[in-house]
């Protein structure tokens, strides 16, 4: 009982030990692996973006599905950052793009993820017997497990990408502070998700704290080395959109093949525009648990709301971030990070859909916002946010089932 007890609350884990919660997180997912090919896994747009890079083309295969791709000059294009394409390369080089599991990488990063989220709670000294909480909090009671179960496709792959790149740079930030590495986490994560290159913010504030309030010796060099690989990463992401589209500033996004309501929103209305705000404000704050029925009387259950569920109705443990204690500095760079990369989200024409009991644009800012959140759970009584994390933990599995059991009715 007493080495159960020591695995639970993550005490100084050795390898042996975090062989065996790699383990248990894998087979716990192995559904989920197997489920990859079930749902076109193979088709994944970031895999056979790595089969045209081995190929050295810039756009995607002609037997590529092309929903949601960019159509340009009688090719298609991948219409997001490419990094994800390239961290897969090697693997489709060697096995092809038809072998690669993509959620099994993402597993594996996953366990990553799992190493360094526990090195930023032993570096916040929060109370061991919490752990199992807090990390039950973040892989199984937010997004993140939604992004998981669905990264065969390429938007989910993409967040669980960026996520870890954002716990990269938190836990070296909070850690040895080499601002060269932290540059290229920084980047790294913006070649993945662009708006995620908005925790410079955050980084910078926590240079101001640094040097005002520990007296750290912050010099020139210091910023140099941060931002040459910042302003290597966005060069490369210009000459990539140069050489498809011949703009470096020109994504592509306008070429987008939409289809449905996001088609006339965009039609209409553009990428971005206020028109979005209110419905995006709603989705991120308000909006509930939503089960669709369908039938006589509506009594048949037809599918989970694919327009997702707000972060305080999914993950109400969240609401402790506002209770975060830290200096002044840092919170204030915190919530602008959070709040800059929200507000892009809101004029928005997309709010994540498809995606299951969750807000998934949020993954850009949950690394940080769930620094914040663990910063402030302690001051909530603890059958409080106990009962919030159980609570988001359940809605998650009972949302899962419901898509997987009636998606294909």
Known sequence: MQYIRKLLNFESPTWVEWLIYFGF??????????????????????????????????????????????????????????????????????????????????????????????????KFQVNQQFFIWIITAFFFGSGYWFALFTSHHVYSFAHITSCTFQLLLLNELFGKKRWWLIGIY????????QFTFLYILFVLGYMIYLHREKKENIKLTSFIALFIPIVFFIGAYMIYNYERFGNPLDSGYSYILFNGVLKERVNTYGLFNIKYFFFNLYSYFIKGFNIEFQGNGLLHIKDMDLWGTSLLSASPFFIASIRARWHWILIIAGWLTIGSILTGALFYHN???HQINTMRFSLDFLPLLFVLTVLGIKD???WL????????????????????IYQTK
């Not at 920084?186 to 998700?193: A, D, H, P, S």
């Open 25 to 122: 997180f894998t087979i716990l997912h192995i559904p989920s692996i197997r489920n990859f090919y079930n749902n076109d896994g193979p088709h994944n747009a970031y895999l056979l973006f790595a089969q045209s890079l081995e190929h050295g083309h810039l756009y995607l295969p002609a037997s590529s599905p092309h929903e949601d791709m960019i159509s340009f000059h009688n090719n298609y294009f991948l219409p997001y950052p490419p990094l994800p394409s390239l961290i897969l390369l090697p693997l489709v080089a060697i096995s092809g793009s038809h072998v690669v599991n993509t959620v099994f990488i993402v597993i594996i990063l996953s366990c990553f993820n799992l190493v360094l989220l526990h090195k930023i709670l032993v």
């Open 186 to 193: 920084t980047g790294c994560t913006f070649l993945t998700r």
């Open 351 to 353: 709010n994540g859909f």
């Open 380 to 382: 909530l009584p603890r």
């Open 385 to 404: 946010w106990k009962g919030m994390i159980a609570y988001a933990v359940f809605l998650n599995l009972l949302s899962f089932t419901i898509h997987f």
